[in-house]
């Protein structure tokens, strides 16, 4: 059986992710670490439960990592069977896309992000964090 024959397909580079400047980085972890101190932690964290058997939330916090800005939310696992008493899961991505604009998404269950809006401000991000139970630990 003769072997399919190889042909040359064109692949275009990449386009350059865009630089995250300084000013931006530094306005975007104040205004995280202020929501999640003012609205994330007392909305979703509540005290251990009487039967811990089950993961419960005991920490949220963000971080930049190249050009994303991540809130993750710390689980403790208390059960018998736990591999580790804590475990961190990514809840909402701001991704930044140039000119002061970010894109916002949300992990589904399969680990996969979803982009749910394009294109904006930071203020707009944290607003639809806070507000829309799609960002939500």
Not at 32 to 44: F, G, M, S, V, Y
Not at 105 to 113: E, L, P
Request: hydrophobic letters at 35%; proline letters at 12%; one cysteine or more.
């Amino acid at each position: 059986m003769p072997r399919p024959r190889r042909t040359w397909v064109y692949n275009p580079p990449k386009p350059p992710v865009p630089k995250v400047p300084a000013d931006v980085k530094v306005a975007v972890q104040d205004q995280a670490h202020r929501l999640i101190e003012t609205d994330l932690k007392p909305q979703h964290i509540e005290p251990p439960p009487r039967d811990a058997r089950f993961n419960y939330l005991v920490d949220i916090s963000a971080r930049w990592y190249r050009h994303y800005f991540y809130f993750h939310a710390t689980y403790a696992s208390p059960g018998p069977n736990a591999i580790a008493p804590f475990f961190e899961a990514k809840f909402a991505r701001m991704e930044y896309v140039g000119e002061r604009r970010f894109d916002l998404a949300f992990m589904r269950h399969t680990g996969a992000w979803v982009v749910l809006y394009h294109g904006l401000s930071h203020n707009e991000c944290f607003e639809h964090i806070r507000d829309d139970p799609f960002f939500h630990p």
